[in-house]
């Protein structure tokens, strides 16, 4: 689906639009905001593995509103990111190889 | 739309059920893994304003799929987080404040 | 004591002479850096509280070696960067309200 | 020198010990920490190069302060980590390859 017909992109937008801030939505500003935000989100969990879950979704939303607009930049959907990746995610860590580890690829074991 | 019927968010939970990797996607360490995916995709950026595209998407796709894990792990969809969000966001940047400004909206002029 | 003064601070500035990095050692990219730098720092307690001591000692020192590039940028010292700003918090956080608690000052008990 | 002797690190240790707070400073939180700080500076920079000089040196604070509580808890000196790390720098970019050029090490030309 393309922004146009996806109706949050669409509204996101229209949003940006009514306000003119393309024009700060470089890919790098985009870049440094998604960490900002990462880092935002972050510290919801700083002290503890706990936290708020309305604060959590709130921080989220920011780095997927970002991620959002950088994908649109691209002229990629985010959905076609995620499953492009997926792929190639599948061929380094085969179900076999990777079932209950957390170790990168290069570290599972054979 | 729930999980079981988004097919982008139905692939990722298949893929993590196969794997066994519920059990470290708490959502703190999911936060964590969006902050330095968001800091990969800050590198394509380093030295300057100008990145492959390709190398971005890549990254781009990364903070994406952790994103999407830990919505899904908040028992939100993507979606209806940022428009919740965006919600908020309008109320705190009238298009007449905001306009053309990238100020945040405490030092917006009036 | 100045940036020639400090043995560590004039190893790193000859350096980064020698190789005429300095024009690319503009704040924002410095900043950038340090936050890329973070990134590697925090994967490695991606999926767990423990990690390998010397894998956290090089990426540590990365983001110390950004964050002293930062200071020099600045006409600061590291020293009175952090001596200034812990005068700061320790107004903030008075010890008979702060002790052996985490929150942020403004939720702290009166 | 070792934190003892060391007038900053020895004030940011009483610090911490008068709030008894080295309970919350694992490792693992203090990473967290450094990459929370390293999104606050980095937001200096969200939409340009500029930025408040007071406000970055604030920010740049934080980040030193917690990666000093970080390397303290390593049992290490900031001093030591950066010139080991140094060392090892100047090995994977000689002068003759690196000097103005800002690829990494693996795609510096031979």
Redesign the interface.
């Known amino acids: 689906m393309s922004t146009a017909e996806n109706?949050?992109r669409a509204?996101?937008a229209a949003?940006v639009a009514?306000?003119?801030?393309a024009?700060?939505h470089?890919?790098?500003?985009l870049?440094?905001?998604?960490?900002?935000?990462?880092?935002?989100?972050?510290?919801?969990?700083?002290?503890?593995?706990d936290?708020e879950?309305e604060r959590?979704?709130?921080e989220?939303?920011?780095?997927?509103?970002y991620?959002?607009l950088?994908?649109d930049r691209?002229g990629?959907t985010?959905?076609e990111?995620?499953?492009?990746?997926?792929e190639l995610?599948?061929a380094k860590?085969p179900?076999e190889r990777?079932?209950?580890r957390?170790e990168k690829h290069d570290r599972l074991p054979e």
Chains 1, 2, 3, 4 share one sequence.
């Not at 470089?26 to 500003?29: C, F, G, K, Q, Y």
């Not at 989220?60 to 509103?65: F, I, N, R």
């Not at 990111?81 to 997926?86: A, C, D, G, H, I």
Request: with cysteine; aromatic share 10%; hydrophobic share 50%.
């Open positions: 109706p949050v509204a996101l949003f009514e306000r003119d801030w024009r700060f470089t890919p790098e500003n870049a440094k905001s998604i960490a900002i935000e990462a880092g935002e989100l972050l510290e919801c969990f700083q002290w503890n593995a936290a879950a959590v979704c709130d989220l939303a920011d780095v997927l509103t991620a959002y950088l994908a691209l990629r985010p959905e990111l995620v499953l492009t990746k997926l995610t599948r860590y179900v990777a079932r209950g957390s």
